[in-house]
T-cell receptor, first 111, second 114 residues
């Protein structure tokens, strides 16, 4: 069946440290993945995406890694800031556009 | 920057009443979606809509729910005879295409059924 899940429900990091948020997916046919950030009371906000023909993609302070062998995604945030505090979801998108979200990891940044 | 807008931001309704949640997708987008998020849980897909018809729906999207694009700009979700368990955040999303393209989300409508 289809499922996308996250390994850890909470992550606490010190300001300035790097953060790594992990995600596992089960559908080996998945070919497009997105990381979303959700702040309290707001809708999911796109952070970065990656296609299955890539292993790594970098954005501004964020990097997504894809390991298709073990069906694992990770989001790395460099020099984490208080404004990065939020819940982070990975999502798999099917060809029809439907997003299947993981459970979410709450990132807390300590000043 | 174009954005998806949703109204109202918060809706309180009595059990058994009908509610209509409204969304204005980004103007040049062709694919529209509704998702819901029960407090503290993950975001769940409800329905996708393209070319004036439903293209995919989840098990959650039963006969109690319906969607409509009544004009060129609005996209609505109607919930008939609301139940307590319908209380959740409802998010509208739109995208220019499917597959490997980003979906943009609105800020959500918090529905509280009492």
């Amino acid at each position: 069946g289809e499922s996308v899940g996250l390994h850890l429900p909470t992550l606490s990091v010190q300001e300035g440290d790097n953060s790594i948020i992990n995600c596992a997916y089960s559908n080996s046919a998945s070919d497009y993945f997105i990381w979303y950030k959700q702040e309290s009371g707001k809708g999911p906000q796109f952070i970065i995406d990656i296609r299955s023909n890539m292993d790594k993609r970098q954005g501004q302070r964020v990097t997504v890694l894809l390991n298709k062998t073990v069906k694992h995604l990770s989001l790395q945030i460099a020099a984490t800031q208080p404004g990065d505090s939020a819940v982070y979801f990975c999502a798999e998108r099917n060809q029809g556009g439907k997003l299947i979200f993981g459970q979410g990891t709450e990132l807390s940044v300590k000043p | 920057e174009p954005e998806v807008t949703q109204t109202p931001s918060h809706q309180v309704t009595q059990m058994g009443q009908e509610v209509i949640l409204r969304c204005v997708p980004i103007s040049n987008h062709l694919y529209f979606y509704w998702y819901r998020q029960i407090l503290g849980q993950k975001v769940e897909f409800l329905v996708s809509f393209y070319n004036n018809e439903i293209s995919e729906k989840s098990e959650i999207f039963d006969d109690q729910f319906s969607v409509e694009r009544p004009d060129g700009s609005n996209f609505t979700l109607k919930i008939r005879s609301t139940k307590l368990e319908d209380s959740a955040m409802y998010f509208c999303a739109s995208s220019p295409g499917t597959g490997n393209t980003e979906a943009f989300f609105g800020q959500g409508t918090r529905l509280t059924v009492v």
